[in-house]
């Protein structure tokens, strides 16, 4: 059984560009979590999904951020213009409904410089 | 009332020793309490979780107490294994939203 798959692992950047990141949640599961992870801040929620509907969102950091869930097996996370400090990995994780355990994906390290 | 306060930021054990790792939170609506591990380069991995209605859980060597009226919870390593040395994250939210607050993480080495 797949996990939660993020693409991509890896993404270098200069500050303005779009970023996109992606996310594949574990077939079955209705809900969805966008997390950053940094040294400083550590693990924070950004957004999460429920049966593709944004249910909370005010982690987003701010207007440069969005993220959208078009069908039940996939969401996008979008930084629009990047800055360098939005250089953190960011995770996916999804579960059976929002009360139960929460599986992450393998992460995806943006640098933007 | 949002935050989860975790200690120690780092621990190093020998092989066989039991660390342990204290969590505690504020807000008395919590009522999932899981902990994560995470390898580097990795995202976490959920290890055991708890629920207020139990004192103590144990999962092989992974014992999760809590103590509802002090709102601390612990997690204990029997015979921990260099292979356990990872950062762990304890977890709080409220079963009808699903956000977990995560605390800081500690850094665990188990030397051989």
């Known amino acids: 059984d797949a996990g939660v798959i993020q693409s991509p692992r890896h993404e270098v950047t200069e500050m303005g560009q779009e970023v996109t990141l992606r996310c594949k949640p574990i077939?079955?599961?209705?809900?969805l979590f966008w997390y950053r992870q940094t040294m400083m801040r550590g693990l924070e929620l950004l957004i999460y999904?429920?049966?593709?509907?944004?249910?909370?969102d005010s982690g987003m950091p701010e207007d440069r951020f969005s993220a959208k869930m078009p069908n039940a097996s996939f969401s996008t996370l979008k930084i629009q213009p990047s800055e360098p400090r939005d250089s953190a990995v960011y995770f996916c994780?999804?579960?059976?409904?929002?009360?139960?355990?929460?599986?992450f994906g393998p992460g995806t390290r943006l640098t933007v410089t | 009332q949002q935050q989860v306060k975790q200690s120690p930021q780092s621990l190093i054990v020998q092989k066989g020793g039991i660390p342990i790792i204290n969590c505690a939170y504020e807000?008395?609506?919590?009522?999932?309490f899981p902990w994560y591990q995470q390898f580097p380069g990795k995202g976490p991995a959920l290890l055991i979780a708890?629920?207020?209605?139990?004192s103590e859980k144990k999962e092989g060597r992974f014992t999760i107490s809590f103590n509802k009226s002090a709102k601390q919870f612990s997690l204990h390593i029997m015979d921990s294994q260099p292979g356990d040395s990872a950062t762990y994250f304890c977890?709080?939210?409220?079963?009808?939203?699903?956000?977990?607050?995560f605390g800081q993480g500690t850094t665990l080495q188990v030397k051989p």
């Open positions: 994780a999804s579960s059976r409904d929002r009360a139960h355990e929460q599986y």
């Open positions: 077939s079955g599961h209705n809900s």
């Open positions: 999904f429920n049966n593709n509907v944004p249910i909370d």
């Open positions: 807000n008395t609506a919590f009522d999932y």
């Open positions: 708890i629920r207020p209605d139990v």
């Open positions: 977890a709080a939210s409220h079963s009808n939203t699903g956000k977990l607050i």
